[in-house]
């Protein structure tokens, strides 16, 4: 299949991260499986199809652009541990401003958690994880691959931003003002150092699978 599998998984992958999640569709489905079921089975549809997005760019012609050198994996394995720390922040956490968040009916804007340094704190993990992940992947398939990633990454935000504040209206600027009043650094509760302790757990984790699943030892 070639570039062929690899185009075809690239616009599989746009079209359901942006097709499942618009009218009609997304109302339709979420009236059927309810939010709960919705975003369970459109996560699973999105770790799917990213899955084949990986496995056709392994399998893509290798055109080499730079070699390879242990400095690059370094890079990454630094970057990597604020990423997971980002992660483990926001996730299961209200956010209104995002396109995920869980019930945002309750977010509190004097205690925004990493809302507070970012609205959209899962587009800014992506985006450094996959300029991260450019360096030690010096071939034209996966510079397109991590590149798209990053680039999804930064606008992604913008769009967001608009859709949300044609939602909230004058609700998103009010929450906005609110939240540059609380406290820039949240204060460490016990479920802040969860969330910490989540990350590092996460990281470590992830650098355990990266060679069983991905095939590449990043310590190596």
């Known amino acids: 299949m070639g570039w062929n599998e690899f185009a075809f998984a690239f616009a ?6 942006s097709i499942p999640i618009r009218p009609p569709l997304r109302p339709w489905a ?3 499986l309810g939010y709960a079921g919705f975003g369970i089975a459109y996560s699973a549809l999105s770790l799917a199809v990213l899955v084949w997005l990986i496995a056709a760019a392994s399998r893509a012609p290798y055109v080499p652009l730079w070699d390879w050198a242990p400095w690059q994996n370094h890079v990454v394995l630094t970057v990597m541990l604020p990423v997971c720390l980002v992660l483990t922040a926001a996730m299961a ?8 968040g869980a019930q945002n009916d309750r977010f509190d804007p004097a205690s925004p958690g990493i809302i ?8 800014l993990a992506l985006g450094i994880w996959s300029a991260a992940h450019i360096l030690p992947n010096g071939d034209l398939t996966h510079v397109i691959l991590f590149g798209t990633f990053a ?13 949300r504040q044609r939602e909230m209206g004058q609700r998103w600027h ?47």
């Open 12 to 17: 599989a992958f746009f079209l359901t991260h």
């Open 30 to 32: 979420v009236a059927r």
């Open 93 to 100: 956490r209200p956010n209104p401003f995002s396109f995920g």
């Open 116 to 123: 507070r340094l970012t609205r959209h704190p899962l587009l």
């Open 151 to 163: 680039g999804f990454a930064m606008l992604g935000g913008r769009l967001v931003d608009r859709r």
């Open 174 to 220: 009010d929450l906005r003002a609110a939240i540059s009043e609380s406290p820039a650094m949240p204060s460490l509760t016990g479920h802040t150092l969860l969330r910490l302790l989540a990350g590092l757990l996460l990281y470590a984790g992830l650098i355990w699978l990266h060679p069983l699943v991905i095939g590449v030892d990043p310590l190596v």
